[in-house]
Protein backbone atom coordinates (compact mmCIF):
# COMPACT_ATOMS: atom_id res chain seq x y z
CA UNK A 1 0.00 0.00 0.00
CA UNK A 2 0.96 3.23 -0.81
CA UNK A 3 1.46 6.03 2.45
CA UNK A 4 2.84 9.49 3.15
CA UNK A 5 3.67 10.72 6.53
CA UNK A 6 4.34 14.14 7.75
CA UNK A 7 5.34 13.94 11.29
CA UNK A 8 5.29 17.52 11.89
CA UNK A 9 1.11 18.43 12.45
CA UNK A 10 2.20 21.54 12.61
CA UNK A 11 5.42 24.52 12.39
CA UNK A 12 5.50 27.88 14.05
CA UNK A 13 8.72 30.18 13.22
CA UNK A 14 9.86 33.35 13.01
CA UNK A 15 10.43 35.29 9.89
CA UNK A 16 14.16 34.50 8.31
CA UNK A 17 14.26 31.41 10.38
CA UNK A 18 15.37 28.54 8.48
CA UNK A 19 12.35 25.53 8.49
CA UNK A 20 12.31 21.80 7.05
CA UNK A 21 9.70 20.15 6.65
CA UNK A 22 9.70 16.27 6.82
CA UNK A 23 8.26 13.48 4.27
CA UNK A 24 8.45 10.03 4.63
CA UNK A 25 6.63 7.60 1.99
CA UNK A 26 5.82 3.82 1.67
CA UNK A 27 5.54 2.05 -1.76
CA UNK A 28 5.91 -1.25 -3.28
CA UNK A 29 6.84 0.24 -6.70
CA UNK A 30 10.12 1.21 -8.52
CA UNK A 31 8.61 3.63 -10.31
CA UNK A 32 6.65 6.56 -9.06
CA UNK A 33 6.76 10.28 -8.44
CA UNK A 34 6.75 12.91 -5.68
CA UNK A 35 5.20 16.05 -4.92
CA UNK A 36 5.07 19.24 -2.84
CA UNK A 37 2.07 21.31 -2.71
CA UNK A 38 1.59 24.71 -1.03
CA UNK A 39 -2.53 25.51 0.27
CA UNK A 40 -2.78 28.86 1.34
CA UNK A 41 -5.51 30.19 3.06
CA UNK A 42 -8.06 30.57 -0.16
CA UNK A 43 -7.91 26.56 -0.37
CA UNK A 44 -5.93 26.15 -4.41
CA UNK A 45 -3.20 23.54 -4.59
CA UNK A 46 -0.40 25.57 -5.68
CA UNK A 47 2.12 22.87 -7.25
CA UNK A 48 5.87 23.41 -6.08
CA UNK A 49 8.40 20.47 -7.29
CA UNK A 50 7.70 16.86 -8.69
CA UNK A 51 10.63 14.05 -8.71
CA UNK A 52 10.24 10.75 -10.21
CA UNK A 53 11.87 7.79 -8.23
CA UNK A 54 15.42 7.66 -10.42
CA UNK A 55 15.96 11.01 -9.68
CA UNK A 56 17.75 11.77 -6.58
CA UNK A 57 19.62 15.04 -7.23
CA UNK A 58 18.28 17.19 -4.72
CA UNK A 59 16.86 20.88 -6.26
CA UNK A 60 16.93 24.40 -5.07
CA UNK A 61 14.80 27.28 -6.73
CA UNK A 62 15.44 30.15 -4.65
CA UNK A 63 14.43 30.23 -0.97
CA UNK A 64 13.34 26.52 -1.49
CA UNK A 65 15.19 22.89 -1.56
CA UNK A 66 14.49 19.99 -1.55
CA UNK A 67 16.21 16.24 -0.24
CA UNK A 68 15.29 13.02 -2.03
CA UNK A 69 16.90 10.41 -0.51
CA UNK A 70 15.35 6.86 -1.37
CA UNK A 71 17.59 4.94 0.89
CA UNK A 72 15.33 6.55 4.00
CA UNK A 73 12.23 7.31 1.58
CA UNK A 74 12.50 10.87 2.61
CA UNK A 75 11.61 13.91 0.41
CA UNK A 76 12.35 16.74 2.69
CA UNK A 77 11.58 20.49 1.84
CA UNK A 78 13.36 23.31 3.28
CA UNK A 79 12.25 26.85 3.05
CA UNK A 80 15.34 29.26 4.05
CA UNK A 81 14.89 32.64 5.30
CA UNK A 82 11.27 31.82 6.02
CA UNK A 83 9.05 34.60 5.11
CA UNK A 84 5.07 35.31 6.46
CA UNK A 85 4.23 34.32 2.82
CA UNK A 86 5.28 31.58 3.30
CA UNK A 87 2.87 30.12 6.12
CA UNK A 88 0.15 28.29 4.38
CA UNK A 89 -0.37 24.16 4.95
CA UNK A 90 2.17 21.75 2.88
CA UNK A 91 1.96 18.96 1.65
CA UNK A 92 3.64 15.83 0.76
CA UNK A 93 2.54 13.38 -1.86
CA UNK A 94 3.11 9.88 -3.96
CA UNK A 95 1.97 8.93 -7.27
CA UNK A 96 2.12 5.93 -8.74
CA UNK A 97 0.33 3.92 -11.62
CA UNK A 98 -3.35 3.06 -10.67
CA UNK A 99 -3.60 0.90 -13.02
CA UNK A 100 -3.40 -0.19 -16.74
CA UNK A 101 -1.44 3.04 -18.06
CA UNK A 102 -4.23 5.44 -18.17
CA UNK A 103 -4.22 7.14 -14.90
CA UNK A 104 -2.20 7.63 -11.77
CA UNK A 105 -3.68 7.82 -7.86
CA UNK A 106 -2.38 10.63 -5.63
CA UNK A 107 -2.04 9.77 -2.61
CA UNK A 108 -1.22 12.98 0.17
CA UNK A 109 0.24 13.05 3.67
CA UNK A 110 -1.54 14.47 6.46
CA UNK A 111 0.04 17.93 5.65
CA UNK A 112 1.85 20.28 8.06
CA UNK A 113 0.58 24.18 8.92
CA UNK A 114 3.64 26.40 8.80
CA UNK A 115 3.11 29.34 10.50
CA UNK A 116 5.64 32.21 9.63
CA UNK A 117 5.56 35.26 12.57
CA UNK A 118 7.04 38.93 11.62
CA UNK B 1 -4.85 26.74 -21.56
CA UNK B 2 -3.33 25.53 -18.97
CA UNK B 3 -5.75 25.58 -16.15
CA UNK B 4 -8.51 23.67 -14.77
CA UNK B 5 -11.76 26.15 -14.01
CA UNK B 6 -14.33 24.84 -11.39
CA UNK B 7 -17.64 26.43 -10.86
CA UNK B 8 -19.14 27.92 -8.53
CA UNK B 9 -16.32 28.88 -6.14
CA UNK B 10 -18.97 28.70 -2.72
CA UNK B 11 -21.85 26.98 -3.04
CA UNK B 12 -24.72 26.73 -0.35
CA UNK B 13 -26.90 24.18 -0.49
CA UNK B 14 -29.85 22.38 1.36
CA UNK B 15 -30.02 19.24 2.55
CA UNK B 16 -33.14 18.68 -0.04
CA UNK B 17 -31.32 20.54 -2.69
CA UNK B 18 -29.84 19.24 -6.14
CA UNK B 19 -27.15 20.81 -7.25
CA UNK B 20 -23.92 20.36 -9.53
CA UNK B 21 -20.27 21.06 -9.32
CA UNK B 22 -18.42 21.63 -12.93
CA UNK B 23 -14.88 21.15 -14.15
CA UNK B 24 -13.33 21.66 -17.48
CA UNK B 25 -9.96 21.89 -18.75
CA UNK B 26 -8.62 22.19 -22.26
CA UNK B 27 -5.48 20.79 -22.15
CA UNK B 28 -6.48 17.71 -23.65
CA UNK B 29 -5.82 15.46 -20.77
CA UNK B 30 -8.19 12.24 -20.94
CA UNK B 31 -7.49 11.81 -16.81
CA UNK B 32 -10.00 13.89 -14.29
CA UNK B 33 -10.38 13.33 -10.97
CA UNK B 34 -12.57 14.76 -8.27
CA UNK B 35 -11.12 14.89 -4.86
CA UNK B 36 -12.93 16.32 -1.64
CA UNK B 37 -10.96 17.97 1.07
CA UNK B 38 -12.31 18.31 4.92
CA UNK B 39 -10.97 21.23 6.78
CA UNK B 40 -7.14 20.58 8.39
CA UNK B 41 -7.21 17.21 6.48
CA UNK B 42 -5.34 16.17 3.18
CA UNK B 43 -7.44 15.77 -0.24
CA UNK B 44 -9.17 12.41 -0.52
CA UNK B 45 -9.84 10.77 -3.97
CA UNK B 46 -13.42 9.86 -4.78
CA UNK B 47 -13.10 9.16 -8.65
CA UNK B 48 -11.43 8.71 -11.05
CA UNK B 49 -12.17 8.81 -14.89
CA UNK B 50 -10.40 7.73 -17.82
CA UNK B 51 -11.21 8.71 -21.05
CA UNK B 52 -14.62 9.07 -20.18
CA UNK B 53 -15.35 6.12 -18.11
CA UNK B 54 -15.49 5.71 -14.80
CA UNK B 55 -12.39 4.02 -13.27
CA UNK B 56 -12.26 4.46 -9.99
CA UNK B 57 -14.76 4.86 -7.18
CA UNK B 58 -13.53 5.07 -3.86
CA UNK B 59 -16.83 4.00 -2.38
CA UNK B 60 -18.53 7.01 -2.28
CA UNK B 61 -22.01 7.75 -1.05
CA UNK B 62 -24.25 7.05 -4.01
CA UNK B 63 -25.62 11.15 -2.90
CA UNK B 64 -22.36 11.99 -4.63
CA UNK B 65 -22.79 11.20 -8.81
CA UNK B 66 -20.15 11.78 -11.01
CA UNK B 67 -20.50 12.26 -14.67
CA UNK B 68 -18.12 12.85 -18.05
CA UNK B 69 -19.90 13.86 -20.87
CA UNK B 70 -16.99 14.64 -23.31
CA UNK B 71 -13.21 14.67 -22.47
CA UNK B 72 -13.13 18.09 -21.49
CA UNK B 73 -15.56 18.46 -18.99
CA UNK B 74 -16.41 16.74 -15.34
CA UNK B 75 -19.24 17.27 -13.39
CA UNK B 76 -20.50 15.94 -9.69
CA UNK B 77 -23.76 15.86 -9.01
CA UNK B 78 -24.62 16.54 -5.83
CA UNK B 79 -28.47 15.36 -4.13
CA UNK B 80 -29.87 14.72 -0.59
CA UNK B 81 -26.27 15.44 0.91
CA UNK B 82 -25.60 15.79 4.74
CA UNK B 83 -24.25 18.55 6.87
CA UNK B 84 -21.20 16.70 6.59
CA UNK B 85 -20.40 16.48 3.18
CA UNK B 86 -19.67 20.43 3.80
CA UNK B 87 -16.02 20.26 1.89
CA UNK B 88 -13.86 21.49 -0.61
CA UNK B 89 -14.23 19.50 -4.22
CA UNK B 90 -11.26 19.57 -6.17
CA UNK B 91 -11.23 18.57 -9.33
CA UNK B 92 -7.92 17.77 -11.43
CA UNK B 93 -6.82 16.18 -14.71
CA UNK B 94 -3.68 14.45 -15.97
CA UNK B 95 -2.36 13.01 -19.42
CA UNK B 96 -3.19 9.94 -20.03
CA UNK B 97 -0.47 7.59 -19.66
CA UNK B 98 1.38 9.27 -16.95
CA UNK B 99 1.33 9.86 -13.56
CA UNK B 100 3.02 12.80 -13.01
CA UNK B 101 1.49 16.19 -14.50
CA UNK B 102 -1.24 16.21 -12.08
CA UNK B 103 -3.47 19.91 -12.73
CA UNK B 104 -6.02 21.16 -10.16
CA UNK B 105 -8.70 23.67 -10.00
CA UNK B 106 -9.32 26.00 -7.52
CA UNK B 107 -11.92 24.23 -5.84
CA UNK B 108 -15.59 24.37 -5.14
CA UNK B 109 -16.18 25.59 -1.34
CA UNK B 110 -19.19 23.56 -0.45
CA UNK B 111 -21.73 24.43 2.73
CA UNK B 112 -24.72 21.59 3.15
CA UNK B 113 -27.43 23.38 5.29
Known amino acids: AQKVTQAQTEISVVEKEDVTLDCVYETRDTTYYLFWYKQPPSGELVFLIR??????QNEISGRYSWNFQKSTSSFNFTITASQVVDSAVYFCALSFNAGGTSYGKLTFGQGTILTVHP | DTEVTQTPKHLVMGMTNKKSLKCEQHMGHRAMYWYKQKAKKPPELMFVYSYEKLSINESVPSRFSPECPNSSLLNLHLHALQPEDSALYLC????????????FGSGTRLTVV
Open chain 2, 92 to 103: ASSQAGTYYGYT
Open chain 1, 51 to 56: RNSFDE
